[in-house]
């Protein structure tokens, strides 16, 4: 509930005796609603509440979907919204791949997955965790995996103390009887309404942290998997079903790589918490990793770089070769031209501006990209002032910015650049040979 929400059942928005009297320990009680919404404060603090709003309260206090820590502060759920562009999603989907702990190959396959990382777009990407078929030797089996800072997800039949006494281990067993309520406890089925007797038949027993496991997706349609998990989620977030408020878990079974990403790519869209793969291939996860970062990206907070400049093939060494270039922060234009520039051999000065994360004719158009903003840049920066060739490539599609410029900075020579990143080494070796000599 927002402040406004609050206030009209308080005795300040109903208009009648006690308004304002100060009893909750803020001066109004608008100041107090305010607190309230921010979690800032207890209702319990006004004597003076009505039934009505503590139980619009408590209402809106249920959480959608509990936050579940996999370890190695890889969270998991926490999510409030059934579409990103509603607010944001909070956790991205995780990634398990499953071992067995007899697996001959065990720690070859370990390290592969321990290794494995890609960065994209500023941000670096690793498998979360093993999912571990216990077929005995399991306990020096779970050590390795966690020297490896790899998050596990245990399937047992057999629970033993040992277990309990390791830190973020979740078990997945058909009994929970001698497991600690502390632990996560993975609650299986592969029909829905069976998952959610389940989910409060273990509740109930007094377990507070739980992943949902919607099995046996290989012997049913994309389809009813697809609608399952989008009921399951719609149950959570919009009716706040406590039964499905917690985290929904996936394996993919399948080990055709093509079919494995098409199944994978609609579980993270549609709305698997956590997927285990059985298969692990570097290539496969290059894409799924790139469809997961677009779609848990935060709307409102484009992805973005700092605005300064990047220095690219040593250009402070280089004053009588080096050149400028010059566009946005946002993180992939940013990425795109630097890894071009990067590839070449010509000493690089990349100004990047500071356009609040908008692509080029975005931020042109918000006035976020401006030649006042490029002249205060160019001037600000003394460097600048050493390089034999003052040239500034400014992005193709700012073309129309390049007299004004000219005007503002009359002692640079203005380039009006490429529309593409891919096209900028070809520039480049063109310009070299035209302009600077080299
Ligand atoms: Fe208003 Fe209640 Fe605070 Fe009094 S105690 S000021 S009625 S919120």
């Known amino acids: 509930m927002n402040a406004i929400e609050i206030f009209k059942h308080l005795p300040g928005g109903l208009k009648i005796e006690n308004a304002n009297c100060k009893e909750c320990g803020f001066p109004t009680c608008m100041a107090f609603a305010i607190k309230l919404a921010s979690k800032n404060t207890q209702i319990e603090k006004c004597p003076f509440v009505s039934k009505e709003l503590k139980q619009l309260f408590e209402e809106a206090n249920i959480i959608q979907q509990h936050e579940i820590n996999l370890g190695n502060d890889i969270k998991s759920g926490g999510e409030t919204v059934m579409f990103r562009h509603e607010k944001t999603f909070v956790n991205p989907t995780r990634f398990y791949i499953t071992l067995s702990s007899n697996d001959i190959h065990f720690d070859t396959k370990l390290n592969d997955i321990a290794d494995y990382e890609i960065e994209r777009v500023g941000e670096t990407f690793k498998i979360d965790g093993i999912y571990l078929i216990d077929k005995g030797n399991i306990n020096e089996t779970i050590h390795k995996i966690k020297a490896k800072s790899l998050n596990v997800i245990l399937k047992t039949k057999k629970i033993t103390e040992e277990f309990e006494n390791v830190d973020n281990i979740i078990i997945e067993a058909d009994e929970f009887l001698d ?5 996560t406890i993975v609650v299986s089925s592969d029909n829905i309404e069976i998952l959610s007797q389940k989910s409060d038949t273990v509740q109930k027993e007094g377990f507070k942290s739980l992943i949902l496991k919607y099995e046996n997706i290989e012997n049913k349609d994309i389809k009813s998997v697809i609608n399952d998990l989008t009921n399951i989620r719609f149950e959570a977030i919009e009716n706040k079903n406590q039964a499905f408020a917690y985290p929904v878990m996936t394996r993919i079974k399948e080990q055709d790589i093509n079919k494995i990403a098409a199944i994978a790519s609609l579980l993270i869209c549609r709305y698997s918490n956590v997927i285990v793969f059985d298969v692990f291939d570097k290539s496969l996860f290059s894409g799924l990793f790139t469809l997961r970062q677009n779609i848990f990206t935060n709307p409102q907070k484009p992805l973005q770089v700092e605005s300064k ?5 040593n250009p402070k060494e280089n004053l009588d070769k080096a050149i400028v270039v ?14 071009e520039l990067e590839a070449i051999d010509t000493p690089t000065f990349l100004l990047i501006t500071p356009s609040d994360g908008m692509s080029v004719l975005t931020a042109w158009s918000a006035e976020k990209f401006t030649a006042d903003m490029v002249k205060k840049m160019v001037n600000e920066n003394e460097i600048l002032n050493g390089l034999k060739h003052k040239i500034i490539i400014i992005p193709g ?3 129309s910015m390049k007299e004004e410029l000219e005007e503002i900075l009359p002692n640079w020579k ?3 650049g490429t529309n593409e990143a891919f096209e900028i080494p070809q520039f480049i070796e063109k310009l070299n040979k035209q302009i600077i000599n080299v």
Do not use: D, R, S
Not at 179 to 183: E, L, R
Not at 309 to 313: P, V
């Open 179 to 183: 497991v600690k309520k502390k632990n």
């Open 309 to 313: 400049i990047y220095e690219i093939n």
């Open 326 to 339: 010059m566009t946005t922060n946002f993180a992939l234009t940013y990425f795109a031209v630097a890894n």
């Open 397 to 399: 599609l700012l073309a």
């Open 414 to 416: 203005i380039i009006v």
